[in-house]
């Protein structure tokens, strides 16, 4: 029995699933959706071939991403900013290959130039990713044959050559003095009309990322219970809906609750955004300062790193900080106790009292 499903676009979605076969096409009238699934179980019961109009169109690599593509788009999928840009740059370095030619040999010598170009082992390690992704999603959606055996074993040969791994995990820490410098440049520059020092107080008080802070509105914010919530807060298995609840606290040498009111008073504006700047803007703003102050190899984002280690060197916990930062494999956490060791001593008093 055929499956008729209509899409947030508007259209109609057939899906047959018979004798162990699945075939799926989309249509913009329910009828012909219809009329296909009928014929396509008829093809099967024949044992013809089913293969839909998208299938026999895919000849290259570029006709799966396309594909892939549209697929997501269908079902109302949103593709992230960072993926889109990484299939448009695959698409024009390996759409134009058929599909036996994305063997290991070529996978490996696109390791090796993307290597030359400058990407680290991270970054081929993400474009092996979506290949696969690509390659899976045919195979599994469109019953397309294509093996991602060849994938695999191109990542064990660039891995093997330093290609391909994991990151250097930053550690990186601006001390109090570099802070203080870059916020007093930042507040007694006339042309700053970005309160970008504010931000960067904000930022470590609450260990909030550069876009979340950008986005957060005056509905959310309760005063009385000094608590925030951040809507919609990055995760990598939800990209939407994941709205957060986190508590304003006064531990990291920032008041976060303060900020916010003293933002209130500055702009005279208490709905909307909080801060209603491009997080672009304050980003670029931070790294000029920086470099003006010969302040070397510190982001805007080490905030958020430096915010979560001040709320360990307070004493709370790897799950008592989760509920801070949004984090939710606590493993990842780890990475960011930091402690300075002349904190130690206000840790074990705060225990003993």
Excluded at 115 to 128: F, K, Q, S, Y
Excluded at 299 to 325: C, K, N, P, Y
Aim: charged share 30%; net charge positive; aromatic share 6%.
């Amino acid at each position: 029995m055929a499956t008729i499903t209509r899409l947030k676009s508007g259209s109609w979605r057939a899906q047959v699933r018979r004798k162990g076969k699945y075939v799926n096409e989309t249509f913009l009238r329910r009828k012909d959706a219809e009329e296909w699934a009928i014929d396509i179980e008829r093809r099967i019961d024949r044992q013809e071939p089913t293969t839909t109009h998208k299938i026999r169109d895919v000849q290259l690599f570029g006709d799966l991403i396309a594909l892939h593509r549209q697929d997501l788009e269908e079902v109302g999928k949103d593709i992230g900013r960072s993926k889109t840009a990484s299939l448009i740059f695959l698409n024009q370095r390996l759409g134009h290959l058929r599909l036996p030619e994305l063997d290991r040999e070529r996978l490996i010598k696109f390791g090796k130039e993307r290597a030359l170009e400058g990407a680290g082992p991270v970054t081929v390690g993400i474009d092996l990713g979506y290949i696969k992704t690509i390659l899976s999603h045919a195979a599994a959606v469109h019953g397309i044959v294509a093996s991602t055996e060849p994938i695999d074993l191109a990542r064990i040969a660039l891995g093997r050559l330093g290609l391909v791994g994991k990151g250097h995990e930053r550690n990186r820490r601006p001390t109090q003095d570099e802070l203080d410098r870059i916020i007093s440049a930042l507040d007694s520059n006339n042309r700053q009309h970005i309160p970008v020092g504010r931000i960067i107080r904000f930022a470590v008080a609450t260990a909030m990322r550069q876009d979340e802070i950008t986005r957060v509105e005056w509905r959310d914010f309760d005063a009385s219970g000094r608590m925030l919530l951040i809507r919609n807060r990055k995760d990598p298995r939800k990209k939407k809906g994941n709205d957060q609840r986190i508590p304003l606290l006064d531990v990291s040498g920032y008041d976060a609750c303060k900020i916010i009111e003293e933002q209130g008073r500055f702009s005279n504006i208490h709905e909307g955004r909080i801060f209603p700047y491009n997080g672009r803007s304050v980003g670029t703003a931070f790294r000029r300062q920086c470099q003006q102050l010969k302040i070397e190899d510190l982001h805007f984002h080490d905030l958020r790193h430096e915010g979560t280690s001040r709320l360990f060197e307070a004493g709370f916990s790897i799950e008592q900080a989760a509920l801070v930062t949004g984090h939710k494999d606590w493993k990842m956490l780890r990475r960011y106790t930091h402690l300075k060791p002349e904190t130690l001593h206000s840790i074990r008093s705060i225990q003993v009292a």
